[in-house]
């Protein structure tokens, strides 16, 4: 039995010590918002937060999350009440496929939980672990700097 | 030389007089025609009424793309399929324009086999130009259907008439929804040529930006792809492929998967191979293990990369004339020369390609991220042996795939394994790496060049001859679905055919919009793939304008006129004049960078030189020891005709500058006589956040009236060839094989 802490829930998992947090959160727990892209820390399609900082939930063991907090998308808000960043991609529009999108938010997110701040080369940094295959970049950037204008509260 | 028509493919060129050419579409009465497509036309749609509009010409009926009745309301039809470029959306705005309602009063329905019309393939940015013009039409004829039934049964004149979201309304304070209006109406009718006319200044919704359909539920985790899927007792497959193309499985030790905790399954046919767990993190398990215990034969072996673009030229090819006119003289006098190459490149989905599969009562279900499920389910029916109508596949949106990437392949695995496990809903998800190695590439390809002025400076001779592997490798049989390659009875792949003039195929955009007396242009159309290729994105318009416009600002050059003068003096075009000026415009062309290593590039075409408009200038710098390249501003302007939504096109802009940009500064496949060394993102680097253009500019010309002419692909090409001008111009070096940065650019250096 592996106890996982995700979005503020207890889950009791009987689960293998090795198995990726990514396929935990989806199967086990029937989370959407991580996605597989690579499996292999190089895309962030499957970016969480574990103790607020952004991580590849296709990496992460879940065997490695004893007593620790993993956050995804879905604790950001709903499609009734978007928090801050999604609303703001909302209003950007700031998808194509939006596959990498949920990601792109959850890594966003743990920027501006430490730096309401940033500046534009820091924002562009900070997300470069991140693929988009659309180009949507343009418009992610756009929907962060929104943000970040109006206080960068997240 | 012989006649070079000697060696045309008659098939193909019986198509371009059956088809396309003299055929068109009319969007509105009294608009001159343009041109249809034929690439869907080539994918196997058959044309039932070719007077009629967009796809209502292969299906012509109205009931087909609208019903309406009491319990489900207005339900609105698309063979088309959302690929994340927003046309669900779009569509359904052209059919609530004219049908007069809320977008939200309309059910709408994207490509499935069971309910929805046969729109073979959403690609080729046909999308708005098929479906949306079918829509167009079919929703305003339904409408008047609907007005002419009301008329009659209040014994009124239609004009008297009106409506609002879906109720018709008398001046004498009757009404009647659409449902009861519809009642006698019958819609199995064939739609007919002309459509009411509705002027574009009146338009509430075509011209507006609608917020997207999918995007709230895609940001807060909403099950929103094929991957979201859960049906209730879903089993978890992933597929075990052979080391490269060609070998054969030896043996396999299946008491090694026994081994794994849990229940596996091995799913074996020849040598194809499946493992099957009703937990997704115990299918890797086993996958790994399979992968360990399996031995193969050694399989076809790889080219060499170094001379890959002399090899296609060496390999069995048929010929095609392109285009020619004039008397070009032989050798031309004073020619520029030049040969321009392109690697293989990969569509690189950011989620590799999935798809659910379930065989019950008979009925095989496939839930998929194709683009054509009408050819994807006679493929899979084929190689399953199950009649037709027993195979359904429904579209269920994947990450983006800009062309024929894995989809089907993943569809065809899950097909099989659903057939091999009757009862069972199954989950195929590709990894990496799989998606890497298997999905179909881009085509690796060389172009010539020769090309010369008259004396008062204007473009008098051109030559261009292009060499390629297909771009079109669509489903047309079983044997276009890899899986089936691998199996104990085999298929083997419909011969290539390469998509006709004027959308062309290699060659599509390998002929100049500008005015050139003189000109030939050959496409070699090399029939033996060293790597399986298909669609991606503008297909060879990409090498094809990029080849053009270096061309052309190198003609400039040798004329000393400024590059965007230039293409003006060589464009009559109206609308293709207009997205030049207003760039050059916008962009204060020719006002120059500053700073080391800096330089602007400008470009042009017209998609297919039939559809959208594009011109785009661009500034860089270049970072000469590291081939690094830093775009400062990228100021595009396209006239795509009446354009539906306007942010929609902007997005679907500025995604097409990021990812051709990508593609033109960073991309190839990597291999070696070895193996293939681009199974990951390590091995097949694309753009990411530091690298983006610092500041995309967008001018839309707005076409009000005319007819749609797509966008999603149009940019491809212009960009790609205004980074290789700026980029000669910042370091005075014409770079001509991709990809242009980075290692492209030692490369360079280094030949
Ligand atoms: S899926 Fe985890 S980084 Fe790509
Ligand atoms: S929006 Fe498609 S991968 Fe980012």
Redesign the interface.
């Known amino acids: 039995m592996i106890t996982l802490d995700i979005n503020g829930k207890t889950h009791e998992l009987d689960?293998?010590d090795d198995?990726?947090l990514l396929?935990a959160l989806?199967?086990q727990v029937?989370?959407?918002?991580a996605?597989?892209?690579?499996?292999?820390g190089?895309?962030g399609?499957c970016t969480v937060l574990v103790n607020d900082k952004p991580v590849f939930s296709c990496l992460t063991p879940c065997g490695a999350l004893a007593g620790k907090s993993v956050r995804?998308?879905?604790s950001?808000?709903?499609?009734d009440q978007?928090g801050p960043l999604?609303k703001a991609?909302?209003d950007e529009?700031a998808?194509?496929?939006?596959?990498?999108?949920?990601g792109m938010?959850v890594r966003a997110q743990a920027l501006l939980e430490a730096n309401p701040h940033p500046d534009d080369e820091t924002?562009?940094?900070h997300?470069?672990?991140?693929?988009?295959?659309?180009?949507?970049?343009?418009?992610i950037?756009a929907a962060i700097k929104s943000v970040v204008a109006q206080g960068g509260k997240v | 030389m012989k006649n070079p028509t000697q060696n045309v493919n008659l098939s193909r060129r019986a198509f371009v007089i059956n088809g396309a050419l003299v055929m068109g579409f009319a969007m509105l009465p009294g608009i001159p025609r343009a041109f249809a497509d034929t690439e869907v036309d080539t994918l196997g749609t058959t044309i039932l009424a070719p007077d009629l509009p967009g796809s209502l010409r292969a299906t012509p009926y109205l009931d087909a793309w609208i019903r309406i009745d009491a319990k489900d309301g207005i339900t609105v039809y698309t063979g088309k399929v959302e690929l994340g470029t927003g046309v669900k959306t779009a569509l359904l705005q052209i059919a609530a324009e004219r049908l007069e309602v809320s977008p939200g009063l309309i059910r709408f329905l994207t490509a499935d086999t069971a309910l929805t019309p046969n729109e073979g393939y959403t690609a080729g940015s046909h999308t708005i130009v098929d479906s949306g013009t079918a829509l167009f039409n079919a929703a305003a004829q339904v409408r008047q259907l609907l007005l002419e039934s009301a008329a009659r049964q209040w014994q009124r004149s239609i004009d008297s008439l009106t409506t609002r979201d879906a109720v018709i309304y008398d001046t004498q304070g009757r009404s009647m929804t659409y449902a009861q209006a519809v009642v006698g109406v019958q819609l199995h009718r064939f739609a007919s040529a002309n459509s009411p006319f509705k002027p574009a200044g009146s338009f509430t919704l075509i011209g507006k930006s609608l917020p997207r359909l999918d995007i709230p539920a895609k940001v807060s985790g909403g099950a929103a792809y094929v991957q979201d899927m859960r049906l209730p007792d879903m089993l978890h497959a992933r597929v075990i492929r052979p080391p490269r193309r060609g070998s054969q499985l030896l043996e396999i030790d299946e008491a090694a998967l026994r081994q794994l905790p849990g229940e596996v399954k091995l799913v074996r046919n020849g040598s194809y191979l499946a493992v099957v767990a009703t937990d997704e993190w115990l299918a890797v398990k086993a996958m790994r293990e399979g992968y360990a215990k399996a031995r193969w034969t050694e399989g076809n072996p790889l080219p060499d990369s170094t001379h890959i673009h002399q090899l296609l030229t060496e390999l069995p090819a048929r010929r095609y004339p392109v285009s020619a006119k004039g008397d070009l003289p032989q050798p031309l006098p004073r020619a520029y020369k030049a040969r321009v190459t392109k690697q293989y490149l990969m569509h690189g989905s950011i989620g590799p390609s999935c798809a659910v599969a379930w065989f019950k009562d008979g009925t095989l279900t496939v839930w998929t991220h194709t683009q054509g499920v009408y050819p994807l389910r006679a493929g899979i029916a084929e190689m399953v042996g199950l009649p037709v109508a027993q195979v359904r596949c429904i579209h269920a949106e994947g990450s983006g795939c800009y062309g024929h990437n894995g989809a089907d392949d993943a569809a065809a695995d899950a097909a099989l394994i659903a057939m091999a496990i009757p009862g069972k809903p199954i989950r195929v998800q590709w990894m990496r790496e799989q998606e890497n190695l298997w999905e179909p590439y881009s085509s690796a390809m060389l172009a010539e060049v020769e090309a010369g002025l008259d004396d008062s400076g204007r473009l008098r001779d051109w030559k261009y001859e292009l060499w390629s592997t297909p771009h079109n490798e669509r489903i047309v049989n079983a044997g276009r679905l890899l899986p089936a390659w691998l199996l104990a009875n085999p298929f083997t792949p419909a011969p290539s055919v390469p998509i006709a003039q004027p959308e062309g195929d290699g060659d599509r955009n390998a002929v100049p919009l500008y005015e050139i007396p003189n000109l030939k242009v050959d496409m070699n159309f090399v029939l033996t793939m060293p790597f399986r290729t298909s669609a991606m994105r503008s297909l060879g318009a990409h090498i094809n304008i990029f080849a053009i416009e270096s061309t052309v600002d190198e003609l400039a050059a040798r004329a000393t006129i400024d590059p965007v003068q230039f293409r003006l003096n060589h464009l009559s075009d109206p609308r293709a004049r207009a997205v030049v000026e207003r760039v050059a415009a916008e962009f204060r062309w020719p006002h120059k960078a500053t700073g080391p290593g800096s330089g602007i590039g400008f470009a042009f075409a017209r998609y297919k030189n039939i559809m959208g408009y594009c011109a785009i200038a661009v500034q860089l710098h270049v970072q000469r020891q590291t081939g690094q390249v830093m775009i400062d501003r990228v100021v595009a302007a396209v006239d795509v005709g009446q354009i539906v939504s306007p942010d929609g096109l902007l997005n679907q802009i500025q995604g097409g500058i990021v990812q051709s940009a990508s593609w033109t500064l960073y991309e190839r496949i990597l291999y070696d006589a070895s193996g293939m060394h681009s199974f990951d993102w390590s091995g097949y680097p694309i753009m990411r956040f530091p690298d983006l253009p610092q500041q995309v500019e967008v001018h839309m010309i707005d076409q009000p009236d005319q007819p749609f002419l797509g966008a999603a692909e149009i940019v491809q090409g212009p960009m790609a060839a205004a980074l290789g001008n700026a980029i000669n111009d910042a370091t005075g070096k014409r770079l001509l094989d991709l990809p242009l940065a980075r290692r492209g650019w030692q490369d360079a250096l280094g030949s």
């Open positions: 689960i293998a198995m990726p396929y989806r199967n029937g989370l959407n918002g996605k597989y892209g690579c499996g292999l190089q895309c399609a995804t998308v879905e950001l808000g709903s499609v978007p999604q991609f909302i529009q998808a194509q496929c939006g596959y990498c999108i949920a938010i924002i562009r940094r997300m470069a672990p991140n693929l988009c295959r659309c180009g949507t970049h343009v418009r950037f």
